[in-house]
């Protein structure tokens, strides 16, 4: 099962969609013109239609203060009617840091000799993931180097062993992949071991910075292999896909319009889209200098959010704790639907480190390490619903029957009864005093919201179960 590039292993649909999309031009476009249309493209995002690159466009030109809140205030409409007020909680478990890449922003580049290489043992692994149950968590995303060593086989037997691990009442109910791009084979593999969702980054969608931070000598320096590799993925029955780009390799705003431009080839040719869109920002590394690329400021990060928010109302849109703990809540609202909480990237970091980072080992530096105890009881304040659920993926709720639900808001009406069990849940197994006296007072204000039907009622008794039966993974 190869790994290693093919032309002749690319997808039905492979061709560079980005450079006939035209985006230089686009962001060049009359600021005339997009002002004249802002009321209507916001409109046409309330009601929950993908926007066109040139749609996407008229939010980029945004410049003055009244405007950009209008988008703001629009991706907080949009995010509620959705998602409502859940907010998905996930961490990552990082397997193995050897990588045959040489990526200019990368502290895991195989160039750098200061960074401690490492790949988990089985009973690394296990320590690793008992650690997480006992701290509460639900779902993982396993993130691996791009090495020979690490092939499809190796990690669908990591992520079965990762199912397998139980502690006390804890199991990991959902395993995401972070990883090379696969031939359609290899993602057979990992389908085949009950992946989520698999997550690839383009990393840049502008060419020529994608080759000067990629060299061409390596598995990443091949720009079309890691374009096209998630529409492999679909192919090979990996239906929920994840995509991204690092803010701060271009500009910012090419990168907005390369994710939608993604969205929509997805779209176009398999009639789903991508499950989830990451937005993460360049972050300091051990051993790597920034020196010359482009800084994201806070207030573009915030706009690149709500902008794809508007832009891709049906999918997921994660926010990670590369992030400080201040922007983060700020960002929530604008569209945010998924956040990593209590994230240790170190190599056996779960278990082996002390509160302070150990920069040798992980790939970037975190902005917000707090517990997910923490982070759970600071959305709780902010009035959101923590949700550990997964029911969606296990009752085969994916790829084009999860648009079928999502991209008309109706898979909130299915979310909401599984974040109150789901939260229930915690609060009952693992959360502090103060941490489950708040997750008490909104379940209980967000069963005053519900209607009284069947459904509530047997919601109701669910919880009644969790609490006195000590009954476990209810859901609809």
Known sequence: ???????????????????????????????????????????????????????????????????????????????RD??????????PLYIGNDCTNDCVYCAFRRSNKGITRR???????????????????????????????YTPDYIAQCMRQVYSIRAGRGEIRRVNINAAPMDHEGYAAVKAADIGTYQIFQETYHRQTYAKVHPP??????????????????????????IGALFGLYDWRYEVLGLVAHSRHLQKHYNVGPHTIS???????????????????????????????????????????????????????????????????ELGGYTEVGDAQVMEREQFELGDIRSLDEVTRQLLADGYT???????????????????????GFIQQMCTPNALTTLCEY???????????????????????????????????????IRENDERDLYY
Not at 82 to 88: A, F, K
Not at 397 to 406: D, K, L, S, Y
Not at 435 to 458: F, N, Q, S, V, Y
């Open 1 to 79: 099962m190869a790994i290693i590039e093919n032309e002749n292993n690319l997808s039905t649909s492979a061709h560079d969609f980005i450079a006939e999309a035209g985006l230089p031009e686009l962001l060049a476009g009359d600021g005339a013109s997009h002002t004249a249309r802002l009321d209507d493209v916001i409109a046409k995002s309330m009601s929950k239609e993908p926007l066109s690159l040139s749609e996407t466009a008229v939010l980029l030109a945004a410049q003055r203060p009244q405007q950009i809140e209008r988008i703001f205030d629009a991706a907080r409409r949009l995010k």
């Open 82 to 91: 959705v998602y409502g007020n859940r907010i998905v909680l996930f961490a």
């Open 119 to 149: 790949t988990l043992g089985e009973e690394d692994i296990r320590s690793q993931v008992e650690a997480l149950l006992n701290r509460g968590h639900k779902r993982l995303i396993l993130v691996f180097g791009e090495h020979p060593s």
């Open 217 to 242: 000598a390596t598995r990443k320096g091949h720009y079309m292999w890691r374009l096209d590799g998630v529409a492999r993925a679909i192919e090979a029955d990996c239906v929920d896909v994840g």
């Open 279 to 345: 937005f993460p920002r360049l972050r300091p590394a051990h051993g790597v200098t920034l020196d010359g690329l482009h800084t994201v400021d806070d207030e573009s990060i915030k706009r690149a959010a709500a902008i794809l928010r508007l832009a891709v109302p049906y999918a997921g849109s994660i926010l990670t704790a590369r992030e400080p703990p201040r922007l983060r809540r700020e960002m929530m609202a604008l569209g945010v639907s998924q956040i990593d909480a209590g994230s240790r990237i």
């Open 386 to 408: 923590p949700s550990f659920c997964t029911a969606c993926y296990r009752l085969g709720r994916t790829g084009e029957r999860f648009m079928e639900f999502a991209i008309p």
């Open 427 to 465: 609060l009952v197994d693992y959360a502090s005093e103060e941490t489950r006296a708040a997750g008490e007072i909104l379940i209980k204000a967000e069963l005053e919201k519900l209607p009284h039907d069947r459904r509530k009622t047997e919601l109701l008794d669910r919880l009644r179960r």
